[in-house]
Antibody, heavy 124, light 107 residues
Framework: EVQLEESGGGLVKPGGSLRLSCAASGFMFSSYSMNWVRQAPGKGLEWVSSISSGSSYIYYADSMKGRFTISRDNAKNSLYLQMNSLRAEDTAVYYC?????????????????WGQGTLVTVSS | DIQMTQSPSSLSASVGDRVTISCRASQGISDYLAWYQQKPGKVPTLLIS???TLQSGVPSRFSGSGSGTDFTLTISSLQPEDVATYYCQKYNGAPFTFGPGTKVDIK
């Protein structure tokens, strides 16, 4: 069974940093592109970042560029999101999501499945 | 960047009704369009990929159509368990933008 488990969320002050992790199991992690999606309280889904299986292709939403860094460790079956210079508007549940099939890059592939999410709250 | 819009933003329908949700891309995206269902308090799940390919395990009352810029998600006979917010997403290339969502509930 494919499982994705996020961790690392919590309360952080504006301007602070946080590192999210996503532990993957039940599939060949090193073959799949991975993604982060967030959802602010009561709001819709917002794509954050994507990374190809070998980390050759990395994409960010414009509002996260320069502040967030996606990475992965295929030996540890783990995906990461380093978030710096956090703002109140970054408060959200952060989901990791696998791409739906094996491909050379994240482009052209839907997101499936999704993890349960981890809540990040940015507040003083 | 390509923008995704959905209409309506919410709807209320009776059990058994046919429900149609529209999704529009500001530029053509071929059939690189997915639909997700998010039930209240739950994680989003994939319903349809490639505009019209129903995922395994998804009830056949759900269907998707469209190509280019205009897409539709149809629930042929609304059931109580279909109460959810439905999102479309373009995935032809980054940014992998989601539509704003359509909230569906039972009248």
């Amino acid at each position: 069974e494919v499982q994705l488990e996020e961790s690392g969320g919590g309360l952080v002050k504006p301007g602070g940093s946080l590192r999210l992790s996503c532990a993957a199991s039940g599939f060949m992690f090193s073959s799949y592109s991975m993604n982060w999606v967030r959802q602010a309280p009561g709001k819709g889904l917002e794509w954050v970042s994507s990374i190809s299986s070998g980390s050759s292709y990395i994409y960010y939403a414009d509002s996260m560029k320069g502040r967030f860094t996606i990475s992965r460790d295929n030996a540890k079956n783990s995906l990461y999101l380093q978030m710096n210079s956090l703002r109140a508007e970054d408060t959200a549940v952060y989901y990791c999501a696998r791409t739906g099939r094996i491909a050379a890059r994240p482009d052209g592939v839907w997101f499936d499945p999704w993890g349960q999410g981890t809540l990040v709250t940015v507040s003083s | 960047d390509i923008q995704m819009t959905q209409s309506p933003s919410s709807l209320s329908a009776s059990v058994g009704d046919r429900v149609t949700i529209s999704c529009r891309a500001s530029q053509g995206i071929s059939d690189y369009l997915a639909w997700y269902q998010q039930k209240p308090g739950k994680v989003p799940t994939l319903l349809i990929s490639a505009a019209s390919t129903l995922q395994s395990g998804v009830p056949s009352r759900f269907s998707g159509s469209g190509s280019g810029t205009d897409f539709t998600l149809t629930i042929s006979s609304l059931q109580p368990e279909d109460v959810a917010t439905y999102y479309c997403q373009k995935y032809n290339g980054a940014p992998f933008t989601f539509g704003p969502g359509t909230k569906v509930d039972i009248k």
